[in-house]
Structure formats: structure tokens, C-alpha cells
């Protein structure tokens, strides 16, 4: 067996970079943790205050778009708070080629119903979205969360629950 000790590898042309399949290329992170409080008679999105661009350098690479939201769900009863990802604006599909998206036709990311549940509840909706090669080499693409309250309910929905919770969201490019 032969081991290979280097102090520094050197990109062949300028610009390039090292590609080694599986390792990070770019790590971008945002983290929330602002209140935001709202009561809806009807299904409501609220575009949250996680906004990350990313500006892929490969077009192999897979994009992931990872985190988690802090969710105050008031005691009362059936809500039921959703995640979606929004790129550029538009919310992101399993059809426009995400791995972790659901196919119906809400596209949530990540999803939470308590019904007739008695006291406050406190939680973080975890999510991770992935895709290869969907995003253009050179092009800026901006990310944001959505949260909607799905049920149609006058209940109060607490984002980041009062302080008590916070929220991050990761994005990453990884060589393939």
C-alpha cells in the first residue's frame, strides 16, 4: 500500500478547483430567530426571513438545501403547520427534479398535524431537499421557506415560538 503526503494540492487551471466526489464545495448558512405570529381562517403562507443565495461553481454538483424551523402551535385545536422551499420565487416540485419534496400538490418539504392537541406545543420542522444537476454553472439561485398554516382554523401559529425556538437553513454544493 502507498501513502501520498502533500502539503498543498494545486488546481490545474485557475478557477477549477479540486473536485473530490462526496465533499463539500460551498457551505452557506442563515439562521432566524425573529417571532413572527399569525391567526388564519384559511390555508396562509408566510415567506419566512431564511433567505440564502448560492451561485453553483460545477454543474455536476448536487445542491442541498437542509435545516430546520421553530414552530409555537397554540393550545387549541387541528393546525397544522407546512414547509415549502421557494427558489427565485417559485415554489420548488418534485417534478422540477428535488429529491425530499412530496408529489402531491402542496410540495411540502416537511409537514406537522397535532389535532386537538391541549397544551402549547414547541417543535422544530427538520427538512432536506436535494438535487444533481438541476441548477445552471455560474447562475445565482436564491432560497427561502414558506410556512403555511394548512388547516382552516382561527388558531394561532408562532414562528420561532416566542424565543423559545429558533431557525437555520444550510445550502450546500457537493462534487459528484
Request: hydrophobic share 35%; proline share 2%.
Amino acid at each position: 500500500m502507498s501513502i501520498l503526503k502533500v502539503d498543498t494540492i494545486n488546481e490545474k487551471t485557475s478557477g477549477n478547483g479540486v473536485l473530490i466526489p462526496g465533499h463539500v464545495i460551498q457551505y452557506l448558512d442563515v439562521h432566524e430567530n425573529t417571532s413572527i405570529t399569525f391567526s388564519s381562517n384559511a390555508s396562509t403562507n408566510i415567506n419566512l426571513g431564511l433567505v440564502k443565495s448560492i451561485t453553483p461553481l460545477h454543474s455536476s454538483s448536487k445542491i442541498v438545501v437542509e435545516g430546520h424551523i421553530g414552530v409555537n402551535i397554540a393550545s387549541s385545536s387541528n393546525d397544522a403547520p407546512c414547509l415549502r422551499c421557494l427558489m427565485n420565487g417559485t415554489v420548488q416540485t418534485a417534478a422540477m427534479g428535488w429529491g425530499g419534496i412530496g408529489s402531491n400538490g402542496n410540495h411540502f418539504i416537511a409537514f406537522y398535524h397535532d389535532q386537538h392537541h391541549q397544551r402549547d406545543l414547541y417543535t422544530n420542522l427538520s427538512f432536506k431537499i436535494s438535487s444533481t444537476g438541476l441548477l445552471t454553472v455560474g447562475t445565482s439561485y436564491s432560497f427561502q421557506l414558506q410556512l403555511r398554516n394548512w388547516q382552516n382554523n382561527s388558531n394561532t401559529l408562532i414562528y420561532n415560538g416566542s424565543g423559545y425556538l429558533a431557525s437555520t437553513m444550510r445550502i450546500m454544493e457537493i462534487a459528484q
